[in-house]
């Protein structure tokens, strides 16, 4: 058992360090920052969506961004859109569940605005129906994916896609990059 326990953990290492490796990921996360901070600095909020475990790492990471990360500061314009039970039910029952996020980021969002979407497959319909509708709006859209961007790549102006085909890999390094963005938006707008 102890070796499995390792080779697991080895395997998570693996793909982190083909994140360090690559410069192409590096300049996608400044960017991702870069947007995310004139949003926010402009006034404009950042959405986040996903589903099962990437619900609760885009809860989690709203969280860092309108609580605080590191150290004391204003709260950031930042939610998760499946928060509301009420309306994530009432629009899955009355419409049907790939509806849930598009009718939340046209009632909510505004030009200027940024959602970002969780998928470990980039295949979620609610998702890239989403992404869809926020695009024809003019909100910046930033995917979280796996490997190979799944047809979220497709919808989306900035692609992080993890290089990994496992479903907990790709979680474990999206919490990481989460981490990373959250962190550098704190410092870069309340610098200390």
């Given amino acids: 058992m102890n070796s499995y326990i390792r080779d697991i953990i080895n395997e998570s290492i693996n793909v982190k360090r083909k994140l360090y490796e690559s410069p192409e990921f ?8 870069d947007a995310c901070v004139a949003t ?6 950042v959405l986040f969506c996903g589903n099962g475990g990437s619900a609760a790492d885009a809860q989690h990471l709203a969280a860092e961004l309108s609580g605080r990360f590191y150290y004391d500061r204003p709260p950031l314009s930042s939610e998760a859109l499946h928060v509301n039970t009420s309306y994530l039910t009432a629009v899955a029952n009355d419409y049907s569940y790939d509806e849930v996020y598009a009718r939340l980021v046209k009632g909510s969002a505004k030009k200027g605005d940024i959602l970002i979407g969780l998928s470990t497959s980039g295949n979620s319909k609610n ?5 869809e509708t926020a695009r024809s709006m ?3 859209t930033i995917a979280l994916t796996g490997q190979t961007g799944g047809n979220l790549k497709e919808v989306t102006d900035l692609l992080i896609n993890v290089p990994s085909e496992d479903t907990p890999r790709i979680q474990e390094s999206h919490i990481l990059i989460g981490h ?6 704190e410092s870069r707008i309340f610098p200390q």
């Fill in 40 to 45: 926010l600095t402009n006034g404009g909020k």
């Fill in 180 to 185: 990373i963005i959250c962190q550098l938006i």
């Fill in 127 to 131: 998702i890239i129906k989403a992404f």
């Fill in 26 to 33: 590096i300049n996608t996360i400044g960017q991702v920052v």
């Fill in 138 to 140: 003019e909100v910046t």
